[in-house]
């Protein structure tokens, strides 16, 4: 981690990006039927700009709305599956970009804040 003391974003919105975040990586870990299950955490504050990157092993399932969008993987998809959707909105309030991708048993979500 490369971040200073204080930060420009609010910390209601970092804390609902990586307490989502990190707890969809450590959900995917749980469910993994690998030895060396992982989750890797980057965060670095480049100007006024956060960079925050967790990449974690995972089953390899994925589950995809019909519009393309991830789902959750509990049976009780009313009450789950909101985390990310709120990780966005958080995101976008500082005009940022969120990216998610995975090949394999490897699942990466990117995160770009700009302060303003």
Same mark, same amino acid.
């Given at each position: 981690m490369?971040?200073?003391t204080h930060l420009p974003f609010d910390s209601a919105d970092l804390c609902i990006i990586l307490g989502n975040v990190l707890d969809n990586a450590l959900e995917a870990n749980i469910?993994? *039927?690998i030895q060396n299950a992982f989750i890797k955490l980057y965060m670095r504050m480049d100007i006024n700009n956060l960079l925050i990157i967790v990449e974690n092993s995972f089953d390899g399932h994925i589950s995809k709305s019909k519009e393309g969008r991830l789902q959750t993987l509990k049976a009780d998809r009313l009450n789950h599956g %909101?985390?990310?959707e709120s990780v966005k909105k958080s995101?976008? *309030? /500082?005009?940022g970009y969120i990216n998610t991708s995975y090949r394999e048993y490897l699942f990466i979500t990117e995160i770009l %804040? /700009?302060?303003e």
């Amino acid at each position: 981690m490369e971040i200073p003391t204080h930060l420009p974003f609010d910390s209601a919105d970092l804390c609902i990006i990586l307490g989502n975040v990190l707890d969809n990586a450590l959900e995917a870990n749980i469910r993994v *039927k690998i030895q060396n299950a992982f989750i890797k955490l980057y965060m670095r504050m480049d100007i006024n700009n956060l960079l925050i990157i967790v990449e974690n092993s995972f089953d390899g399932h994925i589950s995809k709305s019909k519009e393309g969008r991830l789902q959750t993987l509990k049976a009780d998809r009313l009450n789950h599956g %909101l985390g990310l959707e709120s990780v966005k909105k958080s995101v976008n *309030k /500082y005009h940022g970009y969120i990216n998610t991708s995975y090949r394999e048993y490897l699942f990466i979500t990117e995160i770009l %804040l /700009y302060a303003e």
